[in-house]
């Protein structure tokens, strides 16, 4: 049993550059989110899903965009990179609303 | 705009204390509140979560709920080194949490 699964783990990206940040859960969750975590600050919202074919925008979604094609998959995608997003990207999957989050190992990510 | 405010620390106890770590909220709507550590590098993981008010206990660790006066703890017993790591405050209702920028935990051995 995996759990949630983040690809990759680092990665340094130019400034106007895209790229796509992987999260995989094999627990059957229907509930999953993508954070960023800035030094010294509290996890901050990007976007999240409650099932297959359905997102919606969190706290910080300008500058990202992410689709749920199947329950096991969320995608985060990151266009035209800018350095204030450099930052640690976590993925996380739950069961249900206000239940425990499963988190991935994290990514971070560099741009520059 | 909601907000959780914890003390960033570092807070500093002696091995075998009491640790204990503060969280208030603004949202008077949120309606469950979750203590995860983070080691430095790592992911967060969960220690407690609180859905109604007064103490829940669990091993070493007691959280503590005050819907009135909006805050809630995390008191930490018989304090040891590998408890040392970052706390992040979460409360919500629905689909969201709003998260706390954590208090750095250090136990002295």
């Known amino acids: 049993n995996a759990g949630v699964t983040q690809t990759p783990k680092f990665r340094i990206l130019k400034i106007g550059q895209s790229m796509t940040l992987q999260c995989a859960q094999d627990?059957?969750?229907?509930?999953m989110y993508w954070y960023r975590q800035d030094p010294g600050m509290g996890l901050k919202l990007i976007y999240y899903?409650?099932?297959?074919?359905?997102?919606d925008k969190g706290e910080v979604p300008n500058g990202y965009n992410v689709s749920r094609s199947t329950t096991e998959d969320f995608p985060l995608r990151l266009e035209l990179a800018a350095p204030s997003q450099t930052s640690v990207y976590f993925c996380a999957s739950t069961t249900g609303s206000g239940e425990k989050l499963f988190f991935g190992s994290g990514t971070q990510l560099s741009v520059l | 705009q909601k907000e959780v405010e914890q003390n960033s620390g570092p807070l500093s106890v002696p091995e075998g204390a009491i640790a204990s770590l503060n969280c208030t909220y603004s949202d008077r709507g949120s309606q469950s509140f979750f203590w995860y550590r983070q080691y430095s590098g790592k992911s967060p993981e969960l220690i407690m979560f609180?859905?109604s008010n007064g103490d829940k206990e669990d091993g070493r660790f007691t959280a503590q709920l005050n819907k009135a006066s909006q805050y809630v703890s995390l008191l930490i017993r018989d304090s040891q080194p590998s408890d040392s790591a970052t706390y992040l405050c979460a409360g919500g209702g629905n689909y969201q949490l709003i998260w706390g920028a954590g208090t750095k935990l250090i136990i002295k051995p």
């Open positions: 609180i859905y």
């Open positions: 627990m059957n969750h229907n509930y």
């Open positions: 899903s409650v099932g297959a074919g359905i997102t």
